[in-house]
C-alpha cells in the first residue's frame, strides 16, 4: 500500500518542539488536567481517590456506556449503540475508510482539508476526485460541480465542516443539497466534524452529517472543541450497519482505548456547555484580533473564518510558503504552518485559538519580520 508523505503533519513534526510562539496549534488552548477536573467544582483530589480501586483493564470495547450516551446527546437522532469510541478523530476517519472503501469505488472529497481524508481512500485503490473549495465562494462547494463528479460507483462523499484550514462553514440548505446529491446515487457522506460548534455566529444553523441523512457518518473528538487532544479520544456516529462493519474492522486494529482517557472524556463531556463556551471566547476574542490584524497588515488577506480554529492568509511577497515559515521559525521563534501543505502555494495557515497572549505576541513577530523582509528585497 502506497501513501503520500502527510505534509502537515510531517512539517509539525519536524518544527512544533522548536517553536517559541505556536500559532500552527489547531485546537484550542489546551486544558490543564487540574482546569478539566475543577471546571465544574469539583475537588481534584476526591476525584482521583475514586479511581484507585479502578482495575487497568482493556475496559469496554465500544466505549464506556456512560461516554457513548453523552456523545449521543450531542446528536438529534444518534442512539448510543451507534458510537464508536477510536483514538482521535483521525482514528477515526482512518476506520470508516478501512472499513466501507475497496479498491475501483469513487470517492469525492473536498479540497483543501485534512490530508488524511483523500489519501486514505486513494491508498484503498479507489478513484479519488477533489471538489475544490476557492476563495472566491467564501471556501463553499459549488454543488454544480459536486454533481458533476458523481459516478455510478460513487461510493462516498467526504466534507470537513467547518472547514480546516479555511474556516469556512456549510450550514443546514448546503448540507441538504449535498445529501439529496448523495442519495441520488446511495453514496454515504462522511463528514470530519472535529471542529462542530466553534462558531463565530451562535446563530449558525449546522446541523451533523448524521442527523441529516440515513448514510450520514459523522467523526470527532474531545481534541479541538473540548481542548484535549492529549486524551486522543474521539467516535465515530452512523448508522448501525456502519457501526457492525467498523467494528469488525476494527477488531484488527484498535482492541480498545485507555480506560483512564475514557474517564477523563467523561468528565469533559458532562461538562459540554462550559468548556464550549471557554473555546468560543477565546476564539471570538481572538478572531477580533486576527481581523483587525490583517486589516492593517498589507502583505496579507484572508476570506475571514466563520467557525474552526484556523484561517488561511494569503500573502503579497514572492517567497515559498514553506520558506517564509522555516525563516520566519528561525529568526523569530513564531510557528505558521506553510499553505504548502495543503495545496495553497502563497497562504500560511494560521491556529489563532492559542491563549490571545500567544498569538498577539505572534502577530507582532509576523509584522516585524515582514518588514524587515521588505528592506532586503
Same mark, same amino acid.
Given at each position: 500500500?502506497?501513501?503520500?508523505? #502527510?505534509?502537515v503533519?510531517?512539517?509539525m513534526?519536524a %518544527?512544533?518542539?522548536?517553536?517559541?510562539?505556536?500559532?500552527?496549534e489547531?485546537?484550542v488552548d489546551s486544558l490543564?488536567?487540574?482546569e478539566?477536573?475543577?471546571?465544574?467544582?469539583?475537588?481534584?483530589d476526591?476525584?482521583?481517590? =475514586?479511581?484507585?480501586?479502578?482495575?487497568?483493564t482493556?475496559?469496554?470495547?465500544?466505549?464506556?456506556?456512560?461516554?457513548r450516551?453523552?456523545?449521543?446527546?450531542?446528536?438529534?437522532?444518534?442512539?448510543p449503540?451507534?458510537?464508536?469510541?477510536?483514538?482521535?478523530a =483521525?482514528?477515526?476517519?482512518? &476506520?470508516?475508510?478501512? $472499513? &466501507?472503501?475497496?479498491?475501483?469505488?469513487?470517492?469525492i472529497?473536498v479540497?483543501?482539508?485534512?490530508?488524511?481524508?483523500y489519501?486514505?481512500?486513494r491508498?484503498?485503490?479507489?478513484?479519488?476526485?477533489?471538489l475544490e473549495?476557492r476563495?472566491?465562494?467564501?471556501?463553499?462547494?459549488?454543488?454544480?460541480?459536486?454533481?458533476?463528479?458523481?459516478?455510478p460507483?460513487?461510493?462516498?462523499?467526504?466534507?470537513?465542516?467547518?472547514?480546516?484550514?479555511?474556516?469556512?462553514?456549510?450550514?443546514r440548505?448546503?448540507?441538504?443539497?449535498?445529501?439529496?446529491i448523495?442519495? =441520488?446515487c446511495?453514496?454515504?457522506?462522511? *463528514?470530519?466534524?472535529?471542529?462542530?460548534?466553534l462558531?463565530?455566529?451562535?446563530?449558525a444553523?449546522?446541523? $451533523?452529517?448524521?442527523d441529516l441523512?440515513e448514510?450520514?457518518? $459523522?467523526t $470527532?473528538?474531545?481534541?479541538?472543541?473540548?481542548?484535549?487532544?492529549?486524551?486522543?479520544f474521539?467516535?465515530?456516529?452512523a448508522?448501525?450497519?456502519?457501526?457492525?462493519?467498523?467494528?469488525k474492522?476494527?477488531?484488527?486494529?484498535?482492541?480498545s *482505548?485507555?480506560?483512564l482517557?475514557?474517564?477523563?472524556?467523561? %468528565?469533559?463531556?458532562?461538562?459540554y456547555?462550559?468548556?464550549?463556551?471557554?473555546?468560543?471566547k477565546?476564539?471570538?476574542d481572538n478572531?477580533?484580533? &486576527?481581523d483587525?490584524?490583517?486589516?492593517?497588515e498589507?502583505?496579507?488577506?484572508?476570506?475571514k473564518?466563520?467557525?474552526?480554529?484556523?484561517a488561511?492568509?494569503?500573502?503579497?511577497f514572492?517567497?515559498p510558503s514553506?520558506?517564509? *515559515?522555516?525563516d520566519l &521559525?528561525?529568526?523569530?521563534g513564531? #510557528?505558521?504552518?506553510p499553505?504548502?501543505?495543503?495545496?495553497?502555494e502563497? %497562504?500560511?495557515?494560521?491556529?489563532?485559538? *492559542?491563549?490571545?497572549?500567544v498569538?498577539?505576541?505572534?502577530?507582532e513577530?509576523?509584522?516585524q519580520?515582514?518588514r524587515k523582509m521588505k528592506?532586503?528585497r
Amino acid at each position: 500500500m502506497k501513501m503520500k508523505a #502527510f505534509l502537515v503533519e510531517e512539517w509539525m513534526n519536524a %518544527h512544533e518542539k522548536n517553536a517559541t510562539i505556536n500559532m500552527a496549534e489547531t485546537c484550542v488552548d489546551s486544558l490543564t488536567l487540574k482546569e478539566l477536573i475543577t471546571i465544574d467544582g469539583t475537588n481534584p483530589d476526591e476525584f482521583f481517590r =475514586s479511581l484507585y480501586p479502578l482495575k487497568l483493564t482493556y475496559g469496554h470495547i465500544e466505549g464506556s456506556p456512560e461516554f457513548r450516551q453523552l456523545v449521543a446527546n450531542l446528536y438529534e437522532t444518534i442512539e448510543p449503540h451507534q458510537v464508536l469510541v477510536m483514538n482521535g478523530a =483521525s482514528g477515526a476517519n482512518f &476506520l470508516v475508510y478501512y $472499513s &466501507l472503501i475497496e479498491p475501483g469505488d469513487h470517492v469525492i472529497a473536498v479540497h483543501p482539508t485534512y490530508q488524511q481524508l483523500y489519501e486514505v481512500p486513494r491508498s484503498f485503490g479507489a478513484t479519488v476526485d477533489l471538489l475544490e473549495l476557492r476563495p472566491e465562494h467564501h471556501f463553499l462547494p459549488d454543488l454544480d460541480e459536486l454533481k458533476s463528479l458523481i459516478r455510478p460507483n460513487t461510493k462516498m462523499i467526504c466534507i470537513n465542516n467547518p472547514n480546516n484550514p479555511t474556516g469556512a462553514l456549510m450550514e443546514r440548505d448546503i448540507l441538504e443539497q449535498i445529501v439529496e446529491i448523495a442519495r =441520488s446515487c446511495g453514496a454515504y457522506v462522511l *463528514c470530519d466534524e472535529v471542529y462542530q460548534d466553534l462558531l463565530q455566529d451562535a446563530e449558525a444553523d449546522v446541523p $451533523s452529517i448524521a442527523d441529516l441523512y440515513e448514510k450520514g457518518i $459523522s467523526t $470527532s473528538s474531545v481534541s479541538k472543541v473540548l481542548s484535549l487532544a492529549g486524551l486522543r479520544f474521539g467516535w465515530i456516529a452512523a448508522p448501525q450497519d456502519v457501526i457492525a462493519e467498523c467494528m469488525k474492522h476494527r477488531d484488527y486494529t484498535t482492541i480498545s *482505548c485507555g480506560m483512564l482517557d475514557d474517564v477523563l472524556a467523561v %468528565h469533559a463531556l458532562k461538562n459540554y456547555d462550559k468548556i464550549v463556551s471557554r473555546s468560543r471566547k477565546i476564539l471570538r476574542d481572538n478572531l477580533a484580533l &486576527l481581523d483587525e490584524w490583517v486589516k492593517h497588515e498589507q502583505s496579507f488577506s484572508y476570506v475571514k473564518p466563520r467557525a474552526g480554529t484556523t484561517a488561511m492568509l494569503k500573502y503579497d511577497f514572492p517567497v515559498p510558503s514553506v520558506t517564509f *515559515c522555516t525563516d520566519l &521559525l528561525a529568526h523569530t521563534g513564531a #510557528f505558521l504552518t506553510p499553505g504548502a501543505c495543503f495545496d495553497m502555494e502563497g %497562504h500560511v495557515r494560521i491556529g489563532y485559538a *492559542c491563549s490571545t497572549d500567544v498569538l498577539q505576541a505572534g502577530l507582532e513577530q509576523v509584522s516585524q519580520y515582514v518588514r524587515k523582509m521588505k528592506l532586503y528585497r
